[in-house]
């Protein structure tokens, strides 16, 4: 017997790195029969309906114009503000954001959906004797620094 088909809405921000773990995620889902629609940057159309996915231009802003301020944080609120119709419209069994896609998780939270976080990182372990991961610091190769 197979599971029912869920409805998904991914958002990604839409830098490489960000965008391409999404759209292998986005794949992966569609190719276990779920309905996949991915929010990035317009730019990763062609990419993410080639997947199988339907696709949703995500809000982009001018961070720092030259003639009005934006800061991020108004940038992210007016963004997840414009995500929510998106939400209601598709009724998603669940939103998958990327790390930096702030404006998705909080408009799943204001239509009280359930979401989680998809962070397209190294997975920082800390190993017994070794410096923390990405301080920069390297172990001692002499006896002084021992």
């Known amino acids: ?28 889902l569609v190719g276990r029969g779920h309905e996949v629609t ?11 309906e080639r997947e199988g996915m339907a696709f949703s231009p995500a809000p982009e802003y001018e961070v720092w114009p030259r003639d009005r301020h934006l800061t ?13 119709p998106l939400i209601r419209e598709l009724d998603p069994h669940a939103v998958v954001v990327d790390i930096l896609t702030v404006a ?16 397209p990182h190294v997975f920082p372990a800390g190993e017994r004797g070794m410096p923390p991961y990405s301080a920069g610091a390297r172990l001692p190769r002499t006896r002084l620094g021992a």
């Open 72 to 84: 991020p944080y108004q940038a992210a609120v007016r963004a997840a503000q414009e995500t929510v």
């Open 38 to 48: 991915l929010q990035t940057w317009s730019r990763w159309q062609e990419q993410v």
């Open 1 to 28: 017997m197979t599971a029912p088909s869920r409805r998904f809405l991914l958002a990604a921000f839409g830098d490489p790195g960000h965008a391409f773990p999404a759209i292998a995620l986005g794949r992966a």
């Open 104 to 119: 998705g998780s909080l408009a799943a939270q204001m239509e009280d959906r359930r979401w989680a976080t998809l962070i």
